[in-house]
């Protein structure tokens, strides 16, 4: 097993190159990070004739926009009346409101601008890991129908037919969202954003950044940018930008695991229909099949660390478990990301100087609200509208003990993983 290879990258059709930059530049738009939030603020923002440049320290879809799971989700990974009850009425369904159009979306961009990234808009499945899970799927049902959303709820037979295992006991399925190549959608918004003009550079890290009084002043690989207006999309990869803000995050790690492709017969059987999948677990694992017929197992916890023998360990207990047929199938990719929890799960919009604004905190839901996010972020920074973002912005956001919880996902995870599945 290749341990420390990421599937997205050597499955990706998708290739984009940019230099890096390497002389002074003035811009409208100046967006620092290149996954899903600034590349569709870039994208967007340069259909409107603006000067927009992204500076990315690493490659395009470096951070998490390259190591997804690839759904394409609607909605928080919270239920709509738990959003309600901490935004409050209004806002909580703004939000969610926005967030329900974004498979529509994603789906949109990638027939537009003619990505080729696997997307399969057939749907997700929300499974029912144990008994108990299926009093939650029921209360997710009750309360998104009462959202005027089409999720349907699947009994276990349903379930065992789509999933092709016998280990789930029911199914929320939702037929707004599906699945991409998440690293290849991440470079055709690259791709999309430079053929309407958009600027992008690549190993270009920002190393200061400060408002003088008329416009943003970065100083990008030793060169001097000047930007009317300032985006950080970094989430949970922010590298440490000295401009007098830092957004605050509990960074969990997620890893997976993906299989050879499965032979046809068994193909045929697992997860037919292209559903991406996830379940009830406290400790949450996900799966899903790939265009060639890989299976891809994730689940909370750091591959890369202390405990990554049982995770890893785990995972081939796991498959066994929910899919005996693929015991012997070995793993050819194990990779690892980082997802911005924030405390109340909710995303944040920081206006942390004048023009300019920080979106993260998606809570490993990156892919459709990194989308809309950050176009809503362009729009309301060239054309003035706060009004038109998911979330109104704050002047501020804290998240106590970040360390130590930090430690306590990863402990959980690992002692979680050191037991189940046996």
Not at 374 to 388: H, M, S, T, V, Y
């Amino acid at each position: 097993m290749k341990t420390k290879t990421n599937l997205w990258r050597e499955s990706s059709s998708v290739t984009v190159a940019a230099p890096p930059l390497a002389e002074d530049a003035a811009v409208d738009l100046a967006v620092i990070g290149g996954g899903y939030t600034g590349l569709s603020a870039a994208l967007h923002a340069a259909a409107l004739g603006a000067k927009v440049a992204v500076f990315e320290a690493e490659s395009f879809g470096h951070g998490g926009s390259g190591r997804n799971v690839g759904l394409v989700n609607a909605g928080l990974w919270l239920p709509p009346e738990d959003v309600v009850r901490q935004m409050g009425e209004v806002a909580g369904r703004r939000l969610m409101a926005a967030l329900a159009k974004g498979p529509a979306t994603v789906w949109d961009i990638v027939a537009r601008e003619g990505i080729d990234c696997e997307a399969t808009p057939n749907g997700t499945l929300h499974l029912a890991h144990a008994p108990a899970g299926r009093a939650d799927l029921a209360e997710r049902f009750r309360q998104g129908k009462a959202m005027g959303w089409p999720v349907e709820l699947l009994d276990r037979a349903e379930t065992v037919r789509r999933t092709g295992s016998s280990a789930f006991h029911a199914a929320l399925f939702d037929p707004r969202a599906g699945t991409i190549q998440p690293l290849s959608y991440a470079r055709g918004l690259a791709i999309a954003a430079v053929a309407k003009g958009a600027r992008l550079y690549e190993k270009s890290a920002v190393s200061h950044a400060r408002h003088d009084g008329d416009c943003w002043r970065l100083v990008v690989n030793g060169h001097a940018v000047r930007a009317k207006h300032l985006l950080l999309a970094t989430n949970a990869y922010f590298g440490g930008v000295d401009l007098g803000f830092r957004p605050e995050i509990v960074a969990v790690s997620y890893f997976q695991f993906a299989t050879r492709p499965m032979p046809a017969p068994l193909r045929d059987t697992i997860l037919a229909g292209g559903e991406g999948c996830w379940d009830t677990a406290m400790v949450m694992s996900s799966f899903r099949v790939d265009r060639a017929g890989r299976m891809i197992l994730g689940a909370i916890g750091n591959l890369e660390g202390p405990g990554g023998a049982l995770h890893a360990a785990w995972a081939r207990r796991k498959l066994a478990q929910v899919y005996p047929q693929l015991a012997g199938l070995a793993f050819e990719h194990g990779w690892r990301g980082r997802i911005a929890m924030t405390s109340d799960h909710i995303p944040k919009i920081v206006a942390f100087g004048p023009d300019a604004l920080a979106c993260f905190g998606y809570s490993g839901r990156g892919i459709c609200p990194g989308t809309v996010f950050g176009r809503d972020a362009a729009l309301a920074l060239l054309e003035g509208k706060p009004d038109a973002l998911p979330v109104a912005p704050v002047a501020a956001h804290r998240e106590a003990f970040v360390t130590a919880r930090e430690a306590y996902y990863e402990a959980g995870a690992a002692l979680t993983h050191a037991v189940m599945a046996r």
